[in-house]
DNA sequence: GCGACAG
DNA sequence: ATCTTGTCGC
């Protein structure tokens, strides 16, 4: 796992610990870089990862990374990473809050998926770069932003069918879909992150949805976090950051 | 100014 | 995200 060196010419050497300001930069950069083409092989598609963060009591967060064959769901990796969670919570700056936490799971990973979920948003985002798009482009990764709640945007409730999905639109244009992942349940928002077109992540979205509301990578990701936090994991595969 | 606001 | 138990319903 490496970082993408064109972007990180532009935010070395702390693409994370940054004030608003620089944090603005950033992400316009970023956000000109992001590509909405769909490059996937389908059929070549044999293995999906998922990231989640957690919060630990010692003001660290935890990022789990997992990674699952397709379409079988089996895990085949696990990876943690910690780090300070020093920036703070801002709507629309989650990448800097998460991110760091991210990178060390991330460069732990062996097998590299050829896709990959996180728990937040892709290009719904105010400046068009949440949390599955920055990430994506700074390590060149294929990426889909799953969020549970919406942060941008206007969109119609999809019918209550399971599969049903309505187009999510912000400031005159589409970036995302509202999609019922289950019948009668909330929906999730689905936006392309990175290397992946708007009815990509849609179809791979629910492709890679089970018996449950969130897909596989993230909600497998989020159990497994939340399992070590409860376990008190300090030793384990994560270190920390400095 | 008021309300909204990923995790 | 996190603080927190049981409980109603598909």
């Given at each position: 796992m490496r970082y993408n060196s064109p972007v990180m010419e532009k935010i070395?050497?702390?693409?994370?610990?940054?004030s608003i300001e620089e944090a603005l930069t950033i992400q316009k950069e970023l956000e000109r870089r992001i590509s909405l083409h769909y490059t996937l092989e389908d059929a070549s598609v044999n293995c999906i990862g998922g990231i989640d963060v957690s919060y630990l009591k010692s003001g660290f967060s935890m990022a789990v990374a997992v990674v699952l064959s397709f379409?079988?769901?089996?895990?085949l990796e696990v990876q943690v990473g910690k780090a300070p969670a020093s920036f703070p919570y801002i709507p629309g700056f989650l990448s800097f809050r998460e991110g760091p936490a991210i990178e060390k799971a991330l460069s732990r990973i062996k097998k590299e998926p050829q896709l990959w979920f996180f728990d937040g948003q892709g290009i719904a985002h105010p400046r068009g770069v949440g949390l599955a798009s920055h990430i994506g482009v700074l390590f060149d990764l294929v990426s889909i932003g799953i969020a549970?709640?919406?942060?941008i945007g206007e969109f119609e409730p999809p019918p209550?069918?399971?599969g049903a999905y309505s187009p999510l639109y912000y400031q005159e244009k589409q970036v995302g879909f509202a999609v019922r992942?289950?019948?009668?349940v909330k929906p999730i928002y689905v936006s392309p992150?990175?290397?992946?077109s708007l009815e990509g992540a849609l179809r791979w979205a629910l492709k890679a949805t089970?018996?449950?509301?969130?897909?596989e990578p993230t909600r497998i990701a989020h159990q497994l976090s939340q399992k070590l936090k409860k376990e008190g994991q300090?030793?384990?595969p994560g270190n920390t950051v400095f």
């Amino acid at each position: 796992m490496r970082y993408n060196s064109p972007v990180m010419e532009k935010i070395l050497p702390f693409p994370f610990r940054v004030s608003i300001e620089e944090a603005l930069t950033i992400q316009k950069e970023l956000e000109r870089r992001i590509s909405l083409h769909y490059t996937l092989e389908d059929a070549s598609v044999n293995c999906i990862g998922g990231i989640d963060v957690s919060y630990l009591k010692s003001g660290f967060s935890m990022a789990v990374a997992v990674v699952l064959s397709f379409p079988e769901f089996q895990l085949l990796e696990v990876q943690v990473g910690k780090a300070p969670a020093s920036f703070p919570y801002i709507p629309g700056f989650l990448s800097f809050r998460e991110g760091p936490a991210i990178e060390k799971a991330l460069s732990r990973i062996k097998k590299e998926p050829q896709l990959w979920f996180f728990d937040g948003q892709g290009i719904a985002h105010p400046r068009g770069v949440g949390l599955a798009s920055h990430i994506g482009v700074l390590f060149d990764l294929v990426s889909i932003g799953i969020a549970k709640k919406p942060l941008i945007g206007e969109f119609e409730p999809p019918p209550p069918e399971k599969g049903a999905y309505s187009p999510l639109y912000y400031q005159e244009k589409q970036v995302g879909f509202a999609v019922r992942t289950r019948k009668n349940v909330k929906p999730i928002y689905v936006s392309p992150g990175h290397k992946i077109s708007l009815e990509g992540a849609l179809r791979w979205a629910l492709k890679a949805t089970g018996r449950y509301r969130l897909p596989e990578p993230t909600r497998i990701a989020h159990q497994l976090s939340q399992k070590l936090k409860k376990e008190g994991q300090d030793l384990g595969p994560g270190n920390t950051v400095f």
